[in-house]
């Protein structure tokens, strides 16, 4: 008998198309990756590298505050009880019973005979034991898949984690640049209205013509225009900050307006590395998230595969039953039953072929998406890295251009002083260095957000162990 149930076994799942799925081996992939740049990866809590007080508070506050974390937390929680409901089908389920049935016949059929009592209380009290034994694995490859998407959740959670430190640490560099550039354009007007107000003194006297003070009119103007501008850049800058750290609109930031009259105070550049590309597969959380979907779908595959093969079902109970009820319970009220059964699948109109074949094409989605995600992976950290050395070389350039309108400007000072030279070229010399340290102030905040990219490319300090 058992033999004939083997064959049978084998028969159906000749009907099952194709072989079995095999997961994909990236490892050559990350062999032949060739990042830029070497060195350790950035380590956990990468963010107080920058010595960034004010930094490292506000990305504190978004990990316990952050609407986005709570709904990654949930899908967590919700994962795992998935997890213990579809566990519990590995296991025989034992449920009590507590019965009572009345009956009353009637006098106008056939079911009265002389003598039978009309009415019977029958009660009955016991237990029923069911279980499917998992022959095939079907109930093991739903448990493996559940297992799957819980993991899965929890790497998201942490994935969501380490981007949202990331986009902290970009807001509030974008933040601090924007303060910066709104210094400059304020002192930039203030020089374009000293310039007005020495060209209008220059045309009263006719020493100037009137295009020369239409043309400082207009310059003021604009520059005008260019600090409302800067205003409203700030504005929604540090509104998007406030959105990820959990902040209503309005609410104080850190910090305050630079003092363009001082040396620009900048933050700590870290030197985080790239690490080795084989350590990504495991560093990033979001690309061992999309490994543990695919081992979900492969499991996946497996159940549907089950699903041609017969089933065993074991169902038993056990108790008491009497008429009257109140007999339950007494000698001779016992009862049990033990019922075993085995159900063939011969036709589903292509139901399990159909279940198969879902289950196959998600194999196959999972699957590219992994391979998809690592090399995205390895794109963001290379760009990171170019990103890095390249900027470096410009902040460098424009450090030395402010240190030589720097010098520029303290020797117009200088000799207006001494009466050889007058006020409007001066302010030329102002506006010059405020110019460029505008410009040195947007490749050290870049520099430092392509910093804050690398981290977080490279697992943002994710234990790659866990």
């Known amino acids: 008998m058992r033999s004939k149930a083997l064959l049978l076994a084998a028969a159906l799942a000749g009907c099952a198309s194709g072989d079995p799925s095999i997961r994909p081996d990236l490892a050559p992939l990350a062999a032949e990756a060739r990042l830029s740049g070497g060195g350790e990866r950035a380590a956990a809590a990468w963010w107080r590298a920058f010595g960034d007080p004010d930094l490292a508070a506000l990305v504190e506050q978004a ?168 205003v409203r850049r700030l504005g929604a800058a540090e509104n998007a900050l406030r959105v990820l750290v959990g902040l209503p609109a309005g609410s104080p930031l850190p910090g305050a307006l630079p003092d363009t009259a001082a040396p620009a105070v900048l933050a700590r550049q870290p030197a985080f590395g790239a690490g080795l590309p084989s350590e990504l597969l495991l560093a990033r959380p979001d690309l061992r998230a999309a490994a543990r979907a695919l081992d979900a779908a492969l499991a996946r595959e497996g159940s549907a595969r089950a699903e041609f093969y017969p089933r065993l079902m074991l169902v038993g109970d056990a108790g008491w039953s009497a008429d009257p009820a109140s007999r339950v319970g007494k000698p001779g009220s016992g009862f049990w039953g033990l019922t075993p059964s085995l159900s063939v699948p011969i036709f589903d109109a292509s139901r399990n072929q159909a279940g198969l074949e879902v289950a196959q094409a998600r194999v196959d989605q999972a699957a590219a998406e992994w391979r998809k995600a690592v090399l995205e992976a390895f794109r963001e950290v290379d760009d990171a890295l170019v990103d890095l050395r390249e900027i470096a070389v410009q902040e460098d350039l424009a450090a030395r251009v402010v240190a030589a309108v720097g010098e520029r400007l303290a020797n117009a000072e200088a000799r207006l002083k001494a009466g050889l030279a007058d006020r409007l070229e001066v302010e030329a010399a102002r506006r010059d260095t405020l110019l460029a340290r505008r410009t040195h102030a947007g490749y050290a905040w870049q520099r430092r957000q392509a910093a804050v990219r690398l981290a977080a490319a490279t697992g943002g300090g994710f234990p790659a162990g866990e």
Do not use: H, Y
């Open 63 to 230: 990990l316990r505050s952050n609407p986005d974390l709570a709904v990654a937390a949930a899908r967590v929680s919700e994962a795992r009880a998935a997890l213990v409901a579809v566990d519990a089908d590995l296991l025989p389920r034992l449920d009590a019973q507590l019965a009572l049935a009345s009956r009353r016949l009637s006098n106008q059929t056939g079911q009265n005979f002389p003598g039978m009592p009309r009415r019977t209380d029958v009660g009955s009290a016991g237990v029923q034991l069911s279980w499917e034994i998992d022959l095939w694995g079907r109930a093991s490859d739903r448990s493996a898949a559940a297992l799957g998407d819980a993991e899965a959740a929890a790497f998201r959670a942490a994935a969501a984690e380490v981007s949202l430190a990331a986009s902290v640490a970009r807001s509030w560099f974008a933040v601090r640049l924007a303060r910066e550039e709104l210094a400059c354009l304020r002192g930039e007007f203030a020089s374009r209205l000293e310039d007005a107000g020495l060209t209008e003194r220059q045309a009263a006297a006719g020493v100037v013509d009137g295009d020369a003070l239409a043309a400082a009119r207009l310059a003021a103007a604009q520059a005008k225009a260019d600090e409302l501008d800067a």
